[in-house]
């Protein structure tokens, strides 16, 4: 049963950081491009950013560009998101996926989902 397993998320201040994790069981990343997209309440899911099954390609939503850093380690089967300088207009559930097609900005082209994990960021 494959799982995508998110955390690290909470509460911080605008201006601090956080570093979400996405664990995955059942399946090796390693053949999988990853992503991580973000819901707030009263919105669409939205792309946040992206990497290719080797790490050399990576993508970003604008809004995050120069901020977040999207990072893979195939051998410990993770993913993560390094969020820095974090503005009240990130809070939102974060969740990472998985998918064959390559890096894509379009939910659709990923197969498998977390639960998401909480990011609240105060002003």
């Known amino acids: 049963q494959v799982q995508l397993v998110e955390s690290g998320g909470g509460l911080v201040q605008a201006g601090g950081s956080l570093r979400l994790s996405c664990f995955a069981s059942?399946?090796?990343?390693?053949?999988?491009?990853m992503a991580w997209f973000r819901q707030a309440p009263g919105k669409e899911r939205e792309f946040v950013a992206a990497?290719?099954?080797?790490?050399?390609?990576?993508g970003y939503f604008d809004s995050v560009k120069g901020r977040f850093t999207i990072s893979r380690d195939n051998a410990k089967n993770t993913v993560y998101l390094q969020m820095n300088t974090l503005k009240p207009e990130d809070t939102a559930v974060y969740y990472c996926?998985?998918?064959?097609?390559?890096?894509?900005?379009?939910?659709?082209?990923?197969?498998?989902w977390g639960q998401g994990t909480q990011v609240t960021v105060s002003s």
């Open positions: 996926a998985a998918g064959v097609a390559g890096v894509s900005t379009r939910s659709n082209d990923y197969e498998y």
């Open positions: 059942g399946l090796t990343i390693s053949s999988f491009a």
């Open positions: 990497i290719s099954w080797s790490g050399r390609g990576t």
